[in-house]
């Protein structure tokens, strides 16, 4: 040990030397971003623009444009390809239409095709745009460089919406849980299908007196194999890239608009049994939210006693790391307006507001329950068009049973425009017990976190970065506790550069948060090169090379962890796609580690590090085949031992009525003796039935011999009325190591949305 004493010295003498280095040149680039994003926001690429004329007469909505209104309206058109290729014109022709009154904006789409073969992945609401012949239309309505409004109809009529969050640049910043009421109407020809949007005023938000938005519109085309758009982004950015969005003018200045308000009841009859004790529950409880618009910009949201009995189950993962990982917002009551919450922090490493958190608890023995919330308020949104507010007040119930105490969870948020698309904000999180508990520590009777966030982003869309400050505080707190995050990604259609460093004391703690390590130094840096071939059946090629390494606070920066990938991606013009990958990694474990998940095994010492290989093999077929398929294998070292996986999902689907699949995750892992192998196994099939654009059936069954659980989730959903449902769900949980049951309940849940 005293050879690795000298040489953990000798490595953090230089890697202190290495921060302080580090730290100048953060602070230096902080400095020149901020002059670079000031100046360079002003060069303004030229926008394409359509003109939305104000009509008085009415438009009915059945998918043939038969009034004379639609012969006088300005259209956006000639479409650019953006795959296989992004520098031609599409080759079948797209036409959008806009139109507007008082109360509504008017939309046409008329997509021509080479056929009526149309790919329509299901009947169900919210659809992916990959598996679907679709055109999809985008409002940036306070021209803010960070937010919009997605609409989109298949073929069929079908109907999806979206918020687009944090300039649209990936798929973070997609959200298709937000709902709103809007209707359409489409009808399909031999040679194309048209649809016609009608979407109320009062079910987006815009500034009083609008004279433009942002606008885009973007389609997959199935029959010719191609992705369109109305202003060209080229390959590999998403056509959500707000950046790139063209302009649509109002021929008058918009008026401010009815506030709506919406009153959103629930009444739930659950019957449930918990094998544990044998005890039976009858439940019938009621609730609900209302929705409160302030001017044109701020909801006030109001929940009483919420329910997510029907919120779809989360997925099974098996985690072979030793570290948490975190699962999507299914909530309806924390969607809209997310990203003013949730998109403070870094994604991966350490945010500072985590919604999941709340409603979610652990009991005396560490496990996962579920924490009812007595009711809340929430403000969010816009207050013009430079600045947004957000604030949020939960109250959750204290569980004495489960040594779960009463909580008050809050949080505000404020972000502020600056030098074109960049953005700044603030933040302040707490969580604060009022009650006394004997089995709260003094130090846990709160937590809270304050910080400041930057988000740069360039008009020429090449540069995105993101620096911040947090500290987290808590009772008797004399402490740094500081979390920090600076990052700079340069992107092209060829190139794409990353590097980012982060930060997180080892005393820095956020409760309503998630902190995936403390009491480290992380750095990240990848480079990605694509190319693409003018002529074959490659549509495109590239590499990737990623580096990340941490440095653990309490063992003097000793590097703990470290990781060198390297990834080769081919995609075809049909879109299958396959990959090759690499990785070495380097672990040292400062705590014992089963890596075999293996109960009452040997564990692996602590202050052990290893070095392993590991390879990757990836295929994905096309996502508009019938057939589904994709699949992963990896095989090399594991810590001492080895580890093969083979990951994936196979199904089938019978558009548009009914899809199947198979997902699976199996993992051998060999130890030398005396420590503990493995098979990990994790299947996951699913039937999902699609009766009609308002009845939908969906059985997910999910089995996992690491957890010893099969579990059973059951929903057959009625939309009877715009946004309004009546759902049956059941749930059926068994033990499988000694095969019995575990938990069950079945409940029937009926919501309508009031407008008042």
Same mark, same amino acid.
């Given at each position: 040990?005293?050879?690795?004493?000298?040489?953990?010295?000798?490595?953090?003498?230089?890697?202190?030397?290495?921060?302080?280095?580090?730290?100048?040149?953060?602070?230096?680039?902080?400095?020149?971003?901020?002059?670079?994003?000031?100046?360079?926001?002003?060069?303004?690429?030229?926008?394409?623009?359509?003109?939305?004329?104000?009509?008085?007469?009415?438009?009915?909505?059945?998918?043939?444009?038969?009034?004379?209104?639609?012969?006088?309206?300005?259209?956006?058109?000639?479409?650019?390809?953006?795959?296989?290729?992004?520098?031609?014109?599409?080759?079948?022709?797209?036409?959008?239409?806009?139109?507007?009154?008082?109360?509504?904006?008017?939309?046409?789409?008329?997509?021509?095709?080479?056929?009526?073969?149309?790919?329509?992945?299901?009947?169900?609401?919210?659809?992916?745009?990959?598996?679907?012949?679709?055109?999809?239309?985008?409002?940036?309505?306070?021209?803010?460089?960070?937010?919009?409004?997605?609409?989109?109809?298949?073929?069929?009529?079908?109907?999806?919406?979206?918020?687009?969050?944090?300039?649209?640049?990936?798929?973070?910043?997609?959200?298709?849980?937000?709902?709103?009421?809007?209707?359409?109407?489409?009808?399909?020809?031999?040679?194309?299908?048209?649809?016609?949007?009608?979407?109320?005023?009062?079910?987006?938000?815009?500034?009083?007196?609008?004279?433009?938005?942002?606008?885009?519109?973007?389609?997959?085309?199935?029959?010719?194999?191609?992705?369109?758009?109305?202003?060209?982004?080229?390959?590999?950015?998403?056509?959500?890239?707000?950046?790139?969005?063209?302009?649509?003018?109002?021929?008058?200045?918009?008026?401010?608009?009815?506030?709506?308000?919406?009153?959103?009841?629930?009444?739930?009859?659950?019957?449930?049994?918990?094998?544990?004790?044998?005890?039976?529950?009858?439940?019938?409880?009621?609730?609900?939210?209302?929705?409160?618009?302030?001017?044109?910009?701020?909801?006030?949201?109001?929940?009483?006693?919420?329910?997510?009995?029907?919120?779809?189950?989360?997925?099974?993962?098996?985690?072979?790391?030793?570290?948490?990982?975190?699962?999507?917002?299914?909530?309806?009551?924390?969607?809209?307006?997310?990203?003013?919450?949730?998109?403070?922090?870094?994604?991966?490493?350490?945010?500072?507001?985590?919604?999941?958190?709340?409603?979610?608890?652990?009991?005396?023995?560490?496990?996962?329950?579920?924490?009812?919330?007595?009711?809340?308020?929430?403000?969010?949104?816009?207050?013009?068009?430079?600045?947004?507010?957000?604030?949020?007040?939960?109250?959750?119930?204290?569980?004495?049973?489960?040594?779960?105490?009463?909580?008050?969870?809050?949080?505000?948020?404020?972000?502020?425009?600056?030098?074109?698309?960049?953005?700044?904000?603030?933040?302040?999180?707490?969580?604060?017990?009022?009650?006394?508990?004997?089995?709260?520590?003094?130090?846990?009777?709160?937590?809270?976190?304050?910080?400041?966030?930057?988000?740069?982003?360039?008009?020429?869309?090449?540069?995105?970065?993101?620096?911040?400050?947090?500290?987290?505080?808590?009772?008797?707190?004399?402490?740094?506790?500081?979390?920090?995050?600076?990052?700079?990604?340069?992107?092209?259609?060829?190139?794409?550069?990353?590097?980012?460093?982060?930060?997180?004391?080892?005393?820095?703690?956020?409760?309503?948060?998630?902190?995936?390590?403390?009491?480290?130094?992380?750095?990240?840096?990848?480079?990605?090169?694509?190319?693409?071939?003018?002529?074959?059946?490659?549509?495109?090629?590239?590499?990737?090379?990623?580096?990340?390494?941490?440095?653990?606070?309490?063992?003097?920066?000793?590097?703990?962890?470290?990781?060198?990938?390297?990834?080769? $991606?081919?995609?075809?013009? +049909?879109?299958?796609? %396959?990959?090759?990958?690499? @990785?070495?990694?380097?672990? #040292?474990? /400062? &705590? *014992?580690?089963?890596?075999?998940?293996?109960?009452?095994?040997?564990?692996?010492?602590?202050? $052990?590090?290893?070095?392993? +290989?590991?390879?990757? %093999?990836?295929?994905?077929? @096309?996502?508009?085949?019938? #057939?589904? /398929? &994709? *699949?992963?294998?990896?095989?090399?070292?594991?810590?001492?031992?080895?580890?093969?996986?083979? $990951?994936?999902?196979?199904?089938?689907?019978?558009?548009?009525?009914?899809?199947?699949?198979?997902?699976?995750?199996?993992?051998?892992?060999?130890?030398?003796?005396?420590?503990?192998?493995?098979?990990?196994?994790?299947?996951?099939?699913?039937?999902?039935?699609?009766?009609?654009?308002?009845?939908?059936?969906?059985?997910?069954?999910?089995?996992?011999?690491?957890?010893?659980?099969?579990?059973?989730?059951?929903?057959?959903?009625?939309?009877?009325?715009?946004?309004?449902?009546?759902?049956?769900?059941?749930?059926?949980?068994?033990?499988?190591?000694?095969?019995?049951?575990?938990?069950?309940?079945?409940?029937?849940?009926?919501?309508?949305?009031?407008?008042?």
């Amino acid at each position: 040990m005293s050879i690795r004493v000298k040489t953990n010295r000798l490595v953090y003498n230089f890697i202190s030397f290495r921060f302080k280095i580090n730290t100048l040149l953060y602070r230096y680039s902080l400095f020149s971003l901020f002059l670079f994003s000031f100046f360079y926001s002003y060069s303004q690429n030229e926008k394409r623009s359509v003109t939305v004329k104000k009509i008085s007469e009415e438009i009915i909505l059945d998918g043939i444009l038969n009034e004379k209104v639609w012969e006088i309206a300005d259209k956006a058109d000639d479409f650019w390809q953006q795959f296989p290729s992004d520098s031609v014109k599409a080759t079948d022709k797209t036409e959008v239409k806009l139109l507007y009154n008082d109360t509504h904006l008017y939309v046409s789409v008329t997509a021509y095709t080479i056929g009526k073969n149309y790919t329509i992945n299901s009947l169900r609401r919210d659809y992916s745009s990959r598996n679907n012949d679709n055109v999809t239309i985008e409002f940036e309505t306070f021209n803010d460089g960070q937010n919009a409004f997605l609409f989109g109809v298949n073929a069929f009529g079908v109907q999806r919406e979206a918020l687009i969050s944090e300039r649209g640049v990936d798929v973070r910043g997609f959200n298709l849980t937000w709902d709103t009421k809007w209707k359409s109407a489409s009808k399909y020809f031999d040679n194309k299908y048209v649809v016609e949007y009608a979407i109320p005023f009062s079910s987006i938000k815009y500034p009083e007196n609008s004279k433009s938005w942002g606008f885009q519109a973007y389609r997959y085309d199935f029959q010719s194999n191609e992705r369109s758009i109305w202003t060209n982004v080229v390959q590999g950015l998403f056509p959500t890239h707000i950046g790139f969005f063209g302009e649509m003018i109002f021929e008058e200045p918009l008026k401010k608009n009815k506030t709506p308000l919406y009153l959103i009841p629930y009444i739930n009859a659950l019957k449930s049994k918990d094998f544990s004790d044998i005890k039976n529950n009858n439940l019938f409880t009621t609730g609900g939210d209302l929705k409160i618009a302030i001017g044109t910009g701020l909801n006030l949201d109001v929940t009483i006693n919420p329910d997510f009995s029907n919120v779809e189950v989360d997925d099974v993962i098996t985690n072979l790391t030793r570290f948490e990982i975190t699962l999507p917002e299914k909530r309806q009551f924390f969607i809209d307006n997310g990203d003013l919450f949730g998109s403070f922090g870094s994604f991966r490493d350490a945010i500072p507001f985590f919604s999941r958190r709340i409603g979610i608890a652990k009991d005396s023995i560490g496990n996962t329950i579920q924490n009812n919330i007595i009711g809340g308020i929430r403000l969010s949104g816009k207050i013009d068009e430079n600045w947004r507010l957000g604030f949020l007040n939960i109250q959750n119930s204290e569980d004495i049973k489960n040594q779960i105490a009463s909580n008050n969870n809050s949080m505000f948020a404020i972000q502020r425009k600056v030098f074109g698309g960049s953005q700044i904000g603030a933040f302040i999180v707490n969580r604060e017990t009022f009650g006394n508990y004997d089995f709260i520590e003094a130090n846990d009777k709160y937590n809270r976190v304050v910080g400041l966030d930057y988000n740069l982003a360039s008009s020429n869309n090449r540069w995105i970065g993101k620096f911040y400050t947090h500290k987290s505080f808590k009772p008797n707190d004399k402490k740094g506790n500081l979390s920090s995050f600076a990052s700079i990604l340069y992107n092209t259609r060829e190139w794409r550069l990353y590097s980012n460093t982060v930060f997180v004391d080892e005393d820095f703690r956020s409760d309503l948060g998630f902190i995936r390590r403390t009491g480290i130094i992380k750095t990240g840096n990848s480079i990605t090169r694509n190319f693409y071939p003018k002529k074959g059946k490659i549509n495109s090629h590239g590499f990737r090379f990623l580096h990340l390494s941490w440095l653990q606070q309490n063992l003097n920066y000793f590097k703990t962890d470290e990781s060198f990938n390297f990834e080769y $991606t081919l995609s075809t013009n +049909n879109q299958n796609q %396959l990959q090759l990958g690499f @990785n070495n990694k380097f672990v #040292f474990l /400062f &705590n *014992s580690f089963d890596p075999s998940r293996t109960d009452g095994a040997l564990e692996l010492p602590s202050e $052990t590090d290893y070095n392993y +290989n590991e390879w990757n %093999l990836n295929y994905r077929l @096309n996502f508009a085949n019938p #057939f589904i /398929f &994709n *699949s992963e294998l990896t095989y090399g070292g594991f810590f001492n031992g080895t580890k093969l996986s083979y $990951t994936g999902t196979i199904g089938y689907r019978l558009q548009p009525k009914f899809i199947f699949t198979l997902q699976w995750d199996y993992n051998k892992i060999k130890l030398p003796k005396p420590y503990s192998s493995n098979d990990i196994i994790l299947i996951r099939p699913k039937f999902d039935f699609t009766f009609s654009k308002n009845i939908f059936w969906s059985t997910l069954i999910q089995y996992s011999n690491l957890t010893n659980n099969l579990g059973i989730n059951s929903r057959l959903q009625w939309r009877f009325a715009p946004l309004s449902d009546l759902y049956l769900v059941y749930n059926d949980n068994y033990y499988t190591q000694e095969f019995g049951p575990v938990f069950r309940s079945i409940n029937l849940k009926l919501t309508y949305w009031l407008n008042l």
